[in-house]
């Protein structure tokens, strides 16, 4: 095994505000504890939470690394005591606590899985966040079955692209909501039939097909009402953002009437065991998903990791489609 270094680049938050707050550092290389491995990071994924965490809304929970970046690709560097799942050299891509942008980080050797079959080191690393994500929301929490009526909201998004795969591949009826024609064109190459939000309702949308069993919700606030009335009797919300506000104004006796279901999550302060269990699942239904070729990120721009106030500022703009990522060791 080649020695590791003592010191490693990453980008550190420098203070709560805008992308120029992400400032290229210089920090130790951790070693792994119990039941950890260290990553040399080939790619990292950016995730939305990154740019919460940036503007100063989303602190990461106790003994988390400090640093963003809460999903990447890349080859075990070391493993600490106990760990046998994996070796060094093993390519792998993980969910990780914080740390991502960096070039070694560390994570629960429960948390990674094998880069699977056909996928780039680039593609892999899009992966951990937006699937523990949507498979604990979709089917863990929602109970998504096939041949349900399914509505995302944001459905050009890294979550989006890969709640309506996920979605599609368990034989569920899909439609998503977006903001321009471009959106919605990709939306509908997923196999799901696009909303365009600023020119159409989606309450009457799905309401015209009898009400959406399962919404899967990242906006909130005023979409909480209009929710409700999209869902069928019996229907779940899950929400897992609040893009637009996370107050809202409802009416309980709907809930009661119509039987509603409303709920949700947050992945990052979830134990290690919880997490674990998600990963579990992942490599059983998810991971054949993506080697049959029903699951594949959908890729918006690479950066490199010193230009990753870039890759938040494409994010903010609001115009990618999919996943943005950082180049850190990988080619
Ligand atoms: N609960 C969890 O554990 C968890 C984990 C990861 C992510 N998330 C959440 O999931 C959401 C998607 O994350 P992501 O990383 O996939 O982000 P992203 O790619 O930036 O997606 C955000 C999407 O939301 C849409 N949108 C709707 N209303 C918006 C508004 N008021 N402001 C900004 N965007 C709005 C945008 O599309 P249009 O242009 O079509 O509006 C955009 O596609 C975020 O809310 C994030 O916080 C939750």
Redesign the pocket.
């Given at each position: 095994m080649t020695s590791l270094p003592v010191e490693m680049d990453v980008i550190e938050i420098a203070g709560a505000g805008g992308p120029e707050a992400l400032t290229p550092a210089r920090r130790p290389v951790p070693a792994p504890g119990h039941g950890q491995i260290l990553i040399r990071v080939a790619w990292a994924g950016?995730?939305?939470?990154d740019?919460?965490q940036r503007m100063g809304a989303?602190a990461p929970p106790p003994g988390a690394s400090d640093l963003p970046g809460?999903e990447c690709s890349g080859h075990v560097a070391a493993v600490g005591p106990g760990v046998t799942r994996w070796r060094a050299g093993d390519a792998v891509c993980a969910l990780l606590p914080g740390g991502g942008y960096a070039e070694y980080v560390l994570t629960a050797a429960d948390h990674a899985l094998a880069v699977p079959a056909g996928l780039s080191l680039r593609e892999a690393a899009c992966l951990p966040?937006?699937c523990?994500?949507v498979w604990?929301?979709l089917v863990m929490r929602g109970g998504l079955q096939a041949g349900e009526r399914f509505l995302i909201?944001?459905?050009?998004?890294?979550?989006?692209t890969t709640a309506i795969q996920i979605a599609r591949a368990l034989g569920a009826r899909v439609w998503a909501?977006?903001?321009?024609a471009g959106?919605c064109a990709a939306i509908e190459s997923l196999g799901a039939t696009a909303i365009n939000?600023r020119t159409d309702d989606f309450v009457a949308a799905l309401r015209a097909e009898g009400g959406a069993d399962l919404i899967l919700d990242?906006?909130c606030?005023d979409y909480i009402a209009r929710n409700l009335k999209a869902l069928a009797d019996d229907g779940r919300l899950v929400?897992?953002?609040?893009?637009?506000g996370s107050r809202a104004e409802i009416n309980f006796a709907q809930v009661m009437t119509r039987r509603l279901t409303i709920t949700?999550?947050?992945?990052?302060p979830q134990s290690d065991l919880a997490k674990a269990r998600i990963a579990d699942q992942l490599r059983q239904h998810v991971w054949p998903m993506v080697e049959l070729g029903k699951l594949r990120p959908v890729m918006d721009e690479g950066f490199a990791l010193a230009d990753a106030a870039a890759a938040h500022a494409r994010?903010?703009g609001?115009?990618?489609?999919?996943?943005?990522v950082l180049r850190v060791g990988g080619e």
């Open positions: 950016v995730n939305r939470p740019v919460l989303y809460l966040e937006t523990f994500t604990s929301n909201h944001g459905g050009s998004s890294g979550i989006g909501t977006a903001g321009s959106k939000y990242m906006v606030g929400l897992i953002g609040s893009l637009s949700g999550s947050t992945l990052r994010m903010e609001g115009a990618h489609i999919g996943k943005i």
